[in-house]
């Protein structure tokens, strides 16, 4: 059974810092690409960073500049570095894994995980 599992959510202030990590077992996903998305109240989930299994990188352009998406395959698990966080950055954020499509047409992924909550308080 293929489970991610998230962790580093929390209450910060608004310019504050949060790093969120994904931890995927059940299956090495070295190969594939992961991500995350987001998902506030009342909103539907959208994309926010994507890593391909060789490294490159893709932001939603509200992630641009603030956030970083890395992965250690060693230990299967993805991270999200969220820098200068604004109010507007609060939701649940969930890990996926195994994206497929493009930046331009919307992703898809396999598996995902099951959030956790990032509050930005103004």
């Known amino acids: 059974q293929v489970q991610l599992v998230e962790s580093g959510g929390g209450l910060v202030q608004a310019g504050g810092s949060l790093s969120l990590s994904c931890a995927a077992s059940?299956?090495?996903?070295?190969?594939?690409?992961m991500g995350w998305f987001r998902q506030a109240p009342g909103k539907e989930r959208e994309f926010v960073a994507l890593i391909r299994s060789g490294g490159s990188t893709y932001y939603a352009d509200s992630a641009k500049g603030r956030f970083t998406i890395s992965r250690d395959n060693a230990k299967n698990t993805v991270y999200l570095q969220m820098n200068s966080l604004k109010p507007e950055d609060t939701a649940a954020y969930y890990c996926?894994?195994?994206?497929?499509?493009?930046?331009?047409?919307?992703?898809?992924?396999?598996?995902w995980g099951q959030g956790t909550q990032v509050t930005v308080s103004s």
């Open positions: 996926a894994a195994q994206l497929t499509g493009t930046l331009a047409a919307g992703y898809r992924a396999q598996y």
């Open positions: 059940g299956r090495t996903f070295s190969s594939v690409a």
